[in-house]
T-cell receptor
Framework: GENVGLHLPTLSVQEGDNSIINCAYS??????FIWYKQESGKGPQFIID?????DKRQGQRVTVLLNKTVKHLSLQIAATQPGDSAVYFC??????????????FGKGTKLSVKP | KAGVTQTPRYLIKTRGQQVTLSCSPI?????VSWYQQTPGQGLQFLFE???????NKGNFPGRFSGRQFSNSRSEMNVSTLELGDSALYLC??????????????FGPGTRLTVL
């Protein structure tokens, strides 16, 4: 698929288990963060976002945690399902006073769910 | 509501040629951003358009250009193609350009292969 990278970190989990995908960001000016899911042959799909004034945000089966001290972001997926198998990207949006288009994406983590 | 559409989905060109890719945003969306995705470099921001004006530009050579029309549809052009331009080109649209408020929705991408 388009998002297959030779050196893409892979996380393999059993169906029903919880998954934790980690991401380190680099830009101190980033104050808005987004997680995207990309399935083979498709564009990235928005999952959840979080602003820097929050440490945690929950969605449906997903939770994002933000640790600004160590510039770390994580995505937790509860009761992982086979349909969750995809590549997951974190993206950061630096606050340069401009608009949001210039998202900086991480390299991605491939999640593989075993039935 | 229809999603972001990109045409063509697949394209094969030879070195030195030029190419134009098209993106139709979600109805009502006025912002369009373009990204390049490769296995080696991941997702990289190319440019962002809002109301026919380029608002942000990534770190790509001048061979990469784009424009947006009054109906918010956007095109990007790559001139003098190089082998390294082979990639998945993704378009994302959002209602506006407000960081943290206007979610970017991605299209399926155009797979460009340069021979």
């Amino acid at each position: 698929g388009e998002n297959v990278g030779l050196h893409l970190p892979t996380l393999s989990v059993q169906e029903g288990d919880n998954s934790i995908i980690n991401c380190a960001y680099s830009n101190s000016a980033s104050d808005y963060f987004i997680w995207y899911k990309q399935e083979s042959g498709k564009g990235p799909q928005f999952i959840i976002d979080i602003r820097s004034n929050m440490d945690k945000r929950q969605g449906q089966r997903v939770t994002v945690l933000l640790n600004k001290t160590v510039k770390h972001l994580s995505l937790q997926i509860a009761a992982t399902q086979p349909g969750d198998s995809a590549v997951y990207f974190c993206a950061e949006s630096p606050n340069y006073g401009g608009s949001q288009g210039n998202l900086i994406f991480g390299k991605g983590t491939k999640l593989s769910v075993k039935p | 509501k229809a999603g972001v559409t990109q045409t063509p989905r697949y394209l094969i060109k030879t070195r030195g040629q030029q190419v134009t890719l098209s993106c139709s945003p979600i109805s009502g969306h006025r912002s369009v951003s373009w990204y390049q995705q490769t296995p080696g470099q991941g997702l990289q921001f190319l440019f962002e358009y809002f109301s026919e004006t380029q608002r942000n530009k990534g770190n790509f050579p001048g061979r990469f250009s784009g424009r947006q029309f009054s109906n918010s549809r956007s095109e990007m052009n790559v001139s003098t193609l190089e082998l390294g331009d082979s990639a998945l080109y993704l378009c994302a649209s959002s209602l506006g350009i407000n960081r943290g408020a206007d979610t970017q929705y991605f299209g399926p991408g155009t797979r460009l292969t340069v021979l």
